[in-house]
T-cell receptor
């Protein structure tokens, strides 16, 4: 059982470039989300989705775009990379959109560096 | 504002001893869920323990237990018989309602180092 799979695990971009972080889960989870982790700030929610066709913004959505066309996939797009987007990105999913009865399953993270 | 505060950026403990990590949170909700997640050097996020706010009994998972003080909005994690494999960053988190679903609000984390 693969769980939550993120690709790529490492990426270096130049300012202004665009890219997509891929996230796929094979647990048939309705809830999927993207977090970024920065030193001293914990994890902050970028975007989340509670099912195909339904997405919403989190705490730090600016500069990022998402879509949810299938239950399995939830890609995160950086439209025009900036050095402030240098971070470790985590995709996470849950069987429970309320996040109370079910835990959040995380991918292994993607380290992005923007020069 | 609904926030989570972990006041100890770093802590260390000797192997086999007990350590307590602190967490306070701020929420206006009455029913909610609280979590402790562990992030070892591998970067993988692992759920350690979960507490439902309407339950007075403190949650326990093997060597891990919590001290949940709802009125004080405090949710500390106690690790007994510390092991080298407990070395990790620990995050406290609680569930916050959003428009379509919920999200986890995380604290800044506490780095725990277990020494032999």
């Amino acid at each position: 059982n693969a769980g939550v799979t993120q690709t790529p695990k490492f990426q270096v971009l130049k300012t202004g470039q665009s890219m997509t972080l891929q996230c796929a889960q094979d647990m048939n989870h309705e809830y999927m989300s993207w977090y970024r982790q920065d030193p001293g700030m914990g994890l902050r929610l970028i975007h989340y989705s509670v099912g195909a066709g339904i997405t919403d913004q989190g705490e730090v959505p600016n500069g990022y775009n998402v879509s949810r066309s299938t239950t399995e996939d939830f890609p995160l797009r950086l439209l025009s990379a900036a050095p402030s987007q240098t971070s470790v990105y985590f995709c996470a999913s849950s069987s429970d959109r309320g996040l109370g009865t079910g835990e959040l399953f995380f991918g292994e993270g993607s380290r992005l560096t923007v020069l | 504002a609904q926030t989570v505060t972990q006041s100890q950026p770093e802590m260390s403990v000797q192997e086999a001893e007990t350590v307590t990590l602190s967490c306070t949170y701020d929420t206006s909700e009455n029913n909610y869920y609280l979590f402790w997640y562990k992030q070892p050097p591998s970067r993988q996020m692992i759920l350690v323990i979960r507490q439902e706010a309407y339950k007075q009994q403190n949650a326990t998972e093997n060597r891990f237990s919590v001290n949940f003080q709802k009125a004080a909005k405090s949710f500390s994690l106690k690790i007994s018989d510390s092991q080298l494999g407990d070395t990790a960053m620990y995050f406290c988190a609680f569930v916050r309602a959003m428009e379509y679903g919920n999200k986890l609000v995380f604290g800044a984390g506490t780095i725990l180092r277990v020494k032999s």
